[in-house]
């Protein structure tokens, strides 16, 4: 999402308010700085984490050979799906910090950030919301890249009291069992009515909880040390009114997002092929300030779809998903209205 | 610049206030997509105009073959400078509005965008600016793309009044004789004391003034129908404030500017290099918001110098250019700064 939203991720807690530890993995990075003998390397940064970038670039130049340039991106980034391709493409070892590979390549190392933060007091803490394991043993598990390397580790804890602990990989989009995207839920698709989410800050159970109103999503956050429930009726209940407010709509802009991992190139052309009042509009930071440029009365974003779910109401104009845009012109049914997942990779 | 600079740039006056008649060449345009049978065609408007987009590509829809999509970008746009590469590399047929060619290019259809408005009644006024040609008859002139079509006829117009009328082309990264860029004004380098600026807004001659403090820059902006003379006193002022407080600083942000006519590569590798505590950052935009990622004392800017020179003050920290992060840590003397150009093209 745009650098302008910042202060709506805050509030689902992406931004993170403690200092952890991260695993920067550096002596991987010089290893491929050595064996690519590179000159330029790049360094991407999330945005909760682009602070940390110069001191780890610090940390890289006493270990990296002399003749070494490390470059910062200044990109806004928001996942693996979002990798600034500019840098990619000119330097010799470019490293994603933050996220695993939504797509292997070798021109890029990934370094998801593992947190040393022990999952295992809060996870007990958040029993109490879970049913008695003799009652119901039935229990999803998911988490994010950070905490992906104790994965088993928590599923063996659960199993040790006694739960059925049902995981799934989910689809090409994510690298792990278990794993979750803000885009991507695939991984609680398992039959069992509650799923423990391990990881932090709320903007992936939120989703969670959006993409699978039916299930309760417990929320185990180790970092700010809190159980919770995920609530996704007030995103739910905006995006209704987004809905009904653009069903009057006659001029639509059609948004194609350029970020390599965030294009549906087919879904924007059909909107605009069957829509002689859609206008296509390409960009990469999809904010408020770029499409007060265009004198639209309604917006589909066929980017991502948490710019839309979280952030729609900071657009001067209503901004639906390409399921609630059918919804919005009569072709799907109001109450099939569904969360917007991202499938697939580039 | 960028979109969050929107409200500097009114400020001098790019964001005009006419409903001025455009030339868009809609001839030319569907000429090169039936020669290219175009089926993607990219539209790219400058900031200014980017509300026409939509109108613009209805035109064409109705002129154009039935199967071709046109798609509009809704990248921010300042320049000549600043295409859109990603819609360029991705259409059969890529339109630029706005601007004349940087460099040419098969690959780019440029449609300046006249205006249709007369130029002399404006001009006419403004000669109560110049001296009697009697007795000193040198004037320079200069304009912008947008008036470029009839500036032979103004220089006819001026030397039928008995000036001695001095132009030039400048140097590559200039299209036409007589044409000015936000970052170049060496079509100005002329032998006369008084530079005639025919154009809207202010945007462009307070450059010029900043760049020849020794000239008197005479506007005639047939486009608001105002008379004026460049003020460039509050920028030099700022200028000398950043500078002095960036004295202090240890931490160096140097910014090297992704977007592909805006790109000094070896002046940000150069500072990087003679200075351990600077830090190279790429990105496209450089908005407040991005930079206030980074936990740096100063920054430098190798990309736009007008964002440095007019947007400075809205970032968190000073902003400097190439030439005065020079002064700033003492290898150049405070008294020759000077305003930053940019030559070549790409």
């Given at each position: 999402?745009?650098?302008?939203?910042?202060?709506?991720?805050?509030?689902?807690?992406?931004?993170?308010?403690?200092?952890?530890?991260?695993?920067?993995?550096?002596?991987?990075?010089?290893?491929?700085?050595?064996?690519?003998?590179?000159?330029?390397?790049?360094?991407?940064?999330?945005?909760?984490?682009?602070?940390?970038?110069?001191?780890?670039?610090?940390?890289?130049?006493?270990?990296?050979?002399?003749?070494?340039?490390?470059?910062?991106?200044?990109?806004?980034?928001?996942?693996?799906?979002?990798?600034?391709?500019?840098?990619?493409?000119?330097?010799?070892?470019?490293?994603?910090?933050?996220?695993?590979?939504?797509?292997?390549?070798?021109?890029?190392?990934?370094?998801?950030?593992?947190?040393?933060?022990?999952?295992?007091?809060?996870?007990?803490?958040?029993?109490?919301?879970?049913?008695?394991?003799?009652?119901?043993?039935?229990?999803?598990?998911?988490?994010?890249?950070?905490?992906?390397?104790?994965?088993?580790?928590?599923?063996?804890?659960?199993?040790?009291?006694?739960?059925?602990?049902?995981?799934?990989?989910?689809?090409?989009?994510?690298?792990?069992?278990?794993?979750?995207?803000?885009?991507?839920?695939?991984?609680?698709?398992?039959?069992?009515?509650?799923?423990?989410?391990?990881?932090g800050g709320k903007?992936?159970?939120?989703?969670?909880?959006?993409?699978?109103?039916?299930?309760?999503?417990?929320?185990?956050?180790?970092?700010?040390?809190?159980?919770?429930?995920a609530e996704h009726?007030?995103?739910?209940?905006?995006?209704?009114?987004?809905?009904?407010?653009?069903?009057?709509?006659?001029?639509?802009?059609?948004?194609?997002?350029?970020k390599i991992g965030?294009?549906?190139?087919?879904?924007?052309?059909?909107?605009?092929?069957?829509?002689?009042?859609?206008?296509?509009?390409?960009?990469?930071?999809?904010?408020?300030?770029?499409?007060?440029?265009?004198?639209?009365?309604?917006?589909?974003?066929?980017?991502?779809?948490?710019?839309?779910?979280?952030?729609?109401?900071?657009?001067?104009?209503?901004?639906?998903?390409?399921?609630?845009?059918?919804?919005?012109?009569?072709?799907?049914?109001?109450?099939?209205?569904?969360?917007?997942?991202?499938?697939?990779?580039?």
């Open positions: 999402m745009s650098g302008s939203t910042e202060g709506d991720l805050t509030k689902t807690g992406m931004s993170l308010k403690h200092d952890r530890e991260w695993d920067y993995e550096l002596d991987r990075i010089v290893e491929a700085i050595e064996e690519r003998n590179a000159s330029k390397v790049g360094l991407q940064f999330p945005e909760g984490l682009k602070r940390r970038g110069p001191q780890v670039a610090d940390d890289l130049r006493e270990v990296a050979p002399d003749d070494v340039t490390f470059m910062l991106s200044g990109q806004p980034c928001y996942g693996a799906c979002d990798l600034d391709t500019y840098l990619m493409r000119r330097t010799d070892v470019f490293v994603h910090f933050g996220h695993t590979p939504m797509k292997e390549s070798d021109s890029i190392v990934y370094v998801p950030l593992f947190s040393n933060v022990d999952p295992f007091p809060i996870m007990e803490e958040s029993l109490a919301e879970l049913p008695d394991p003799e009652e119901d043993p039935d229990v999803g598990l998911v988490t994010t890249a950070q905490h992906m390397n104790r994965f088993e580790e928590m599923t063996d804890w659960l199993e040790a009291r006694g739960y059925e602990v049902h995981t799934r990989r989910g689809d090409d989009r994510l690298t792990k069992e278990g794993q979750v995207l803000g885009c991507n839920y695939a991984s609680a698709d398992i039959p069992a009515d509650r799923v423990l989410y391990v990881g903007f992936h159970p939120v989703g969670l909880a959006m993409e699978h109103p039916e299930k309760t999503v417990v929320i185990a956050d180790p970092v700010n040390n809190a159980v919770s429930i009726d007030q995103f739910l209940k905006q995006r209704y009114a987004s809905v009904h407010k653009a069903m009057d709509a006659e001029k639509w802009g059609v948004i194609f997002c350029t965030q294009g549906r190139w087919e879904t924007a052309q059909e909107i605009v092929e069957n829509n002689e009042n859609a206008y296509l509009i390409t960009m990469d930071e999809v904010t408020p300030d770029r499409l007060r440029n265009f004198d639209m009365d309604a917006f589909v974003n066929t980017g991502c779809p948490r710019i839309t779910t979280d952030d729609g109401p900071r657009f001067h104009k209503p901004m639906l998903t390409p399921g609630e845009y059918e919804a919005a012109i009569g072709e799907r049914p109001l109450d099939q209205i569904e969360f917007d997942t991202f499938h697939d990779t580039w």
